[in-house]
């Protein structure tokens, strides 16, 4: 039984780890992007705290009453504890990177935040669709320059 | 071409983190530094709560850098953001109705004494500095959602958070001048459970928590006050 119950709880983990790490990867959202980067962090957080649990073993604190009982590992709920505030203050600052992509560009898609970008570059660096080869009137996959073949530039 | 390259990513992920918690043997922890600091923590360190035992006076230079990393984030998210004053939108947001107001003064000592009361007693009982921090900012995060055109100075928080960081350091460079290591617990450890025991842990919890409930208040005045300008 014990190893059954261990079991749903690491798939547990292992899942929240890896939904969180494909929402980062396969979002173009940038809020589901951070959404995702908190899910992440709570499946490494809770792999932590499995990783020291202990069976019939009471929270690690010395109580007056409870002498000789087992204690689970102390040493991952130290790590966890400071990584959780952690988490949260980087969470903050990745959302106030997000408000002001909003602010700026007024979108929150990943994919048109970076061209926007990329345009801000740039323009800043002079470079116009006039004078790069690299960049044909502001569209980023170069169109074929011929009719005939019309199919390419899907690869990105 | 992307999401093939991702899947193929996150099955070897799976793989691995099932290969290394399949050796794990669940429930049965080997804990060969737990073990270890469980006996050790009560004569050494003199704290009924191991895992403050664990923050505070074993590893508490960790504890420093953590503080350390949370200091660049909410630096770096106030440079992102920019300084509140510098764009004059005080009055942009009305107040909020009567039962926020209300239910903002009756909260607030409250979630003041709760936050105090967690800091105070990390070294007894679950909580700590960083818990309590957390809830101290979430106390002085309730009067800007009830009444956003009054808000807490940043520069006293700037004080605060300083005096903080600086105690903490203090405290470290104290055991330095004894002949310890740094961050050492100083002086004596008093009485087992009692409040004032296990030497200077609580006053590095109680730094601890007034910086983290500093730093924590300015980063949500500041995404408050700004998400009141873009609208």
Same mark, same amino acid.
């Given at each position: 039984?014990?190893?059954?119950?261990?079991?749903?709880?690491?798939?547990?983990?292992?899942?929240?780890?890896?939904?969180?790490?494909?929402?980062i990867?396969?979002?173009?959202?940038?809020?589901?992007?951070v959404?995702?980067?908190?899910?992440?962090?709570?499946?490494?957080?809770?792999?932590l705290?499995?990783?020291?649990?202990?069976?019939?073993?009471?929270?690690?604190?010395?109580?007056?009453?409870?002498g000789?009982?087992?204690?689970v590992?102390?040493?991952?709920?130290?790590?966890?504890?400071?990584?959780?505030?952690?988490?949260?203050?980087?969470?903050?600052?990745?959302?106030?990177?997000?408000?002001?992509?909003?602010?700026?560009?007024?979108?929150?898609?990943?994919?048109?935040?970076?061209?926007?970008?990329?345009?801000?570059?740039?323009?800043?660096?002079?470079?116009?669709?006039?004078?790069?080869r690299?960049?044909?009137?502001?569209?980023?996959?170069?169109?074929?320059?011929?009719?005939?073949?019309?199919?390419?530039?899907?690869?990105? | 071409?992307?999401?093939?390259?991702?899947?193929?990513?996150?099955?070897?992920?799976?793989?691995?983190?099932?290969?290394?918690?399949?050796?794990?043997?669940?429930?049965h922890?080997?804990?060969?530094?737990?073990?270890?600091?469980?006996?050790?923590?009560?004569?050494?360190?003199?704290?009924a709560?191991?895992?403050?035992?664990?923050?505070?006076?074993?590893?508490?230079?960790?504890?420093?850098?953590?503080?350390?990393?949370l200091?660049?984030?909410?630096?770096?998210?106030?440079?992102?953001?920019?300084?509140?004053?510098?764009?004059?939108?005080?009055?942009?947001?009305?107040?909020?109705?009567?039962?926020?107001?209300?239910?903002t003064?009756?909260?607030?000592?409250?979630?003041?004494?709760?936050?105090?009361?967690?800091?105070?007693?990390?070294? $007894? %009982? *679950?909580?700590?500095?960083?818990?309590?921090?957390?809830? =101290?900012?979430?106390?002085?995060? #309730? /009067? +800007? !959602?009830?009444?956003?055109?009054?808000?807490?100075?940043?520069?006293?928080?700037?004080v605060?958070?300083?005096?903080?960081?600086?105690?903490?350091?203090?405290?470290?460079?104290?055991?330095?001048?004894?002949?310890?290591?740094? $961050? %050492? *617990?100083?002086?004596?450890?008093?009485m087992?459970?009692? =409040?004032?025991?296990?030497?200077? #842990? /609580? +006053? !590095?919890?109680?730094?601890?928590?007034l910086?983290?409930?500093?730093?924590?208040?300015?980063?949500?005045?500041?995404?408050?006050?700004?998400?009141?300008?873009?609208s």
């Open positions: 039984m014990s190893t059954s119950v261990g079991l749903v709880f690491f798939i547990g983990a292992i899942g929240l780890c890896v939904i969180g790490i494909a929402g990867v396969l979002s173009r959202h940038l809020f589901r992007m959404l995702a980067l908190a899910i992440a962090e709570a499946g490494a957080n809770l792999l705290i499995l990783a020291g649990y202990r069976w019939d073993a009471v929270a690690p604190i010395f109580t007056g009453t409870a000789g009982q087992a204690m590992d102390p040493v991952p709920q130290a790590m966890v504890l400071t990584a959780i505030v952690i988490g949260v203050g980087v969470q903050a600052l990745a959302l106030s990177l997000v408000i002001r992509i909003k602010e700026r560009y007024g979108t929150l898609d990943m994919q048109e935040a970076r061209q926007c970008m990329q345009d801000d570059l740039d323009d800043a660096g002079g470079v116009t669709p006039s004078r790069s690299e960049r044909p009137a502001g569209e980023r996959p170069i169109p074929a320059p011929t009719v005939l073949n019309s199919t390419g530039g899907q690869h990105d | 071409m992307r999401n093939l390259a991702t899947l193929l990513f996150l099955g070897g992920l799976v793989f691995l983190l099932a290969a290394i918690t399949g050796t794990l043997p669940f429930g922890p080997p804990m060969l530094v737990g073990q270890a600091i469980q006996q050790a923590a009560k004569p050494e360190v003199g704290a709560n191991v895992v403050t035992a664990v923050v505070l006076g074993y590893r508490g230079l960790d504890t420093l850098g953590e503080l350390a990393i200091f660049a984030a909410a630096t770096a998210g106030g440079l992102v953001l920019g300084g509140v004053q510098a764009k004059g939108r005080n009055n942009a947001l009305p107040a909020a109705g009567f039962v926020q107001r209300a239910g003064d009756v909260l607030f000592p409250l979630l003041l004494i709760a936050g105090l009361y967690v800091v105070i007693h990390g070294h $007894l %009982t *679950p909580g700590g500095g960083f818990q309590g921090g957390v809830i =101290l900012a979430a106390a002085f995060f #309730l /009067p +800007l !959602l009830a009444r956003p055109s009054e808000s807490l100075s940043h520069i006293w928080l700037s605060i958070e300083g005096l903080a960081g600086t105690a903490f350091i203090a405290l470290g460079l104290g055991a330095l001048y004894n002949g310890d290591a740094f $961050l %050492t *617990p100083l002086f004596d450890k008093g087992f459970g009692e =409040l004032v025991s296990s030497g200077s #842990l /609580p +006053l !590095l919890y109680l730094a601890v928590g910086k983290v409930g500093a730093e924590l208040s300015s980063l949500l005045m500041r995404l408050a006050h700004d998400d009141g300008a873009a």
